[in-house]
């Protein structure tokens, strides 16, 4: 048995260490390794907190609506005078891949979708100084083009459902819209709409027999209206070292203003609206229909409902931000309003939160990610050993937090592509740590002793060949993200998080390695028990595994017979995909609670038929056990359900009308 000794006071000598021996060497002994260490740890948990978390990886995918107003023209006029034209225009733009159009009787939209990756400001100012070099192109009478950009953090995080048993549709949009301004205070809150609900307006119904007998026309009384709703500047007064602004008129803002307006004088005497006509302060005939309905797995807090009148507030978050910490935030603006602005006979559901599902799905990756960590620790204790396995679990940690911080800088979020890139790199990443401190440890057991010396020469020896192996791993992730099209960008995360873990694996197995391979230096005795114990492994392996590959190796006929055998397997396995035995997905099936049925009534349909369509199927739908609520949309006519378990379809289905 040799003899032990140990030194790790002796500097170490060697003139051509390379990268590696010279990082080990710098960083073996000194004291800012383990502040280094800890400052790692640090910045990643503060990556991992403070990261935005999304569902999915934002992609800069920039759309442009314009809308365009043409009163008085045909759906056939205002398609060959205004969206071909500007149709044409658009496809000038640099950058533009498709563009889409819709044209009606009196508008029309056209839609211009970018390529994928362009900045969403520069095409804004593209499609806006297009139309504003075009604009003598314009026919007469169209009205100047309205240009709304569309973006991915358009879409809501957060969608709310009041409705009531006491207060109908009306009173309800009034409070949505009310709602819907505090929320907007919220901080990173973005743009948000409301669905449903009749708007209020002041309703000015002609008698036309009193209208004839006083003689009067409609235009005159239309005309009388609309120019006494306005305000106007008169001039300004300046008096007593004081100035003032002098405006004339008023807006008109109750049914007792304009049932006072004069319209007209008969027989000396003057002629009002409320002469003419019925002013009256209520809804505007309903739109929009929007009804809430309990399903039998409905267990929250506010009452069952059937088919109560009901209005949706969504609200978006803003670009780059944290979807799950927004989504929260209204929430609890939500439970702060009630039982101040939301009276206590309105009942609010949370019909989407897009924060809790990302939340909940990154959560169920990074548990994921902790049992691959487990798993992989559990290896190296099984081939290591304890002290070599925990140098190389120490490892793991740091350099996966270290990744999402790095996910931070580079303005990536923590989503399920990102996880997923560092699930896949677990496996890989433990390599480097794996052959320093092997090698490390047998250094120590062929010399005899365990100095700081032999570990700084151990790092040099497997240095350059190490640092080969990462960097050829490397070479093969990154061209994956340069993919075009939609899934490149999309994609493009396991590439970078790739690469950047396994870089800093590397950094990891020449820093804190041998750091910790000194601080955790078995006996020799300790060594040489490993030693043995990894002989008696081998083995036992070969022992199994001789038996099957030597026939192999030495029958030619047999071997080509296996070869050929493991060719047909793989081509066989590779034809389930054409044959559709195997469902070929980028992503796995989401478990969604939601899903919207979207029925398609023909043209002209009356809305009261819509409305009675979507009342049945909810009816229908709400007797299956599984649902918690359905919302129903007659206007924009879908349906929407809640589950409680797995989603019953994994696509939103489409019934024809």
Not at 254 to 278: F, H, M, N
Request: negative net charge; charged residues 20%; proline residues 6%.
């Amino acid at each position: 048995m040799a003899t032990e000794t140990s030194d790790f006071s002796k500097p170490v000598e060697h003139s051509s260490l390379g990268i590696a021996g010279r990082t080990a060497r710098l960083f073996i002994t000194s004291p800012v390794t383990p502040m280094l260490l800890i400052a790692s740890l640090l910045v990643g948990l503060m990556g991992l907190f403070f990261a935005p978390r999304q569902e999915d990886p934002q992609i800069s995918v920039p759309m442009v609506d314009i809308f365009v107003q043409y009163p008085g023209a045909s759906a056939e006029q205002v398609s060959s005078l205004v969206t071909d034209p500007l149709e044409r225009i658009m496809k000038e733009i640099p950058g533009v891949r498709h563009t889409y159009t819709a044209s009606e009787r009196g508008q029309a939209i056209v839609t211009v979708r970018f390529y994928v990756g362009e900045d969403m400001g520069e095409s804004i100012v593209k499609v806006h100084d297009k139309v504003q070099s075009n604009l003598d192109k314009i026919p007469p009478n169209v009205a100047m083009p309205l240009v709304k950009p569309v973006a991915v953090d358009d879409v809501p995080v957060v969608a709310l459902t009041l409705w009531s048993k006491d207060v109908d549709d009306g009173a309800l949009r009034t409070l949505a819209l009310d709602l819907l301004q505090r929320l907007s205070e919220v901080k990173d809150a973005s743009k948000g709409f409301v669905v449903g609900g009749r708007e209020e307006q002041l309703k000015v119904e002609i008698l036309p027999e009193r209208l004839s007998g006083y003689g009067i026309s409609l235009p005159q009384v239309a005309e009388t209206i609309s120019t006494a709703n306005a305000e106007k500047t008169a001039g300004d007064i300046e008096a007593g070292g004081a100035a003032m602004s002098v405006r004339t008129g008023a807006f008109l803002k109750t049914a007792s203003d304009i049932e006072r307006l004069v319209v007209g004088v008969r027989k000396g005497a003057p002629v009002y609206v409320r002469d003419v006509a019925r002013v009256s302060h209520e809804p505007s005939d309903p739109k929009r229909m929007v009804a809430h309905f309990t399903g039998p797995a409905y267990g929250g807090e506010n009452p069952e409902a059937d088919g109560e009148p009901a209005v949706t507030i969504a609200i978006a978050k803003k670009e780059n931000t944290n979807g799950v910490v927004v989504a929260q935030r209204l929430l609890d603006k939500v439970e702060a309003l009630k039982g101040d602005m939301i009276p206590s006979n309105v009942h609010i559901e949370i019909t989407r939160d897009y924060g809790k599902t990302a939340n909940d799905k990154v959560n169920e990756l990074l548990f994921a990610m902790l049992e691959a960590a487990v798993i992989v620790s559990l290896l190296c204790l099984i081939g290591l050993g304890v002290r070599a396995a925990f140098v190389v679990i120490t490892v793991i940690p740091v350099v996966v937090l270290l990744t999402i911080w790095w996910s931070m800088m580079v303005d990536y979020t923590i989503d399920r592509v990102s996880l997923f890139a560092l699930i896949f790199s677990i496996g890989i990443l433990v390599d480097d740590a794996t052959v320093v401190v092997e090698n490390i440890f047998r250094h120590w057991l062929e010399k005899g002793k365990t100095s700081i010396a032999q570990a700084v020469d151990a790092v040099r020896e497997v240095g350059n060949p190490t640092i080969l192996a990462t960097f050829t791993i490397i070479a093969a992730l990154l061209p994956m993200g340069w993919v075009s099209g939609l899934m490149g960008p999309y994609m493009r995360p396991i590439p970078v998080l790739g690469s950047s873990a396994m870089f800093f694996s590397l950094l990891a197995a020449f820093v804190f390695t041998p750091w910790f391979a000194v601080k955790v230096a078995p006996r020799l005795s300790a060594l040489e028990k490993a030693s043995k114990k990894e002989i008696r492994t081998h083995e036992r392996i070969n022992r199994m595994y001789r038996p099957i590959i030597t026939p192999l190796i030495e029958n030619r006929t047999l071997g080509l017979t296996f070869l050929l055998g493991i060719i047909a397997l793989t081509a066989a396995l590779c034809v389930t995909f054409y044959t559709q035995h195997v469902v070929v997905k980028m992503l796995p099936f989401d478990n969604k609670s939601e899903f919207t049925v979207i029925v398609n009534m023909p043209d002209g349909t009356a809305m009261p038929v819509t409305a009675n369509l979507t009342w049945q199927l909810a009816e229908e739908v709400r007797k299956i056990p599984e649902v918690t609520a359905v919302q129903t949309y007659a206007g924009t006519a879908a349906v929407q359900f809640q589950w409680h378990g797995p989603p019953l379809l994994p696509a939103p289905a489409r019934l024809g009308g």
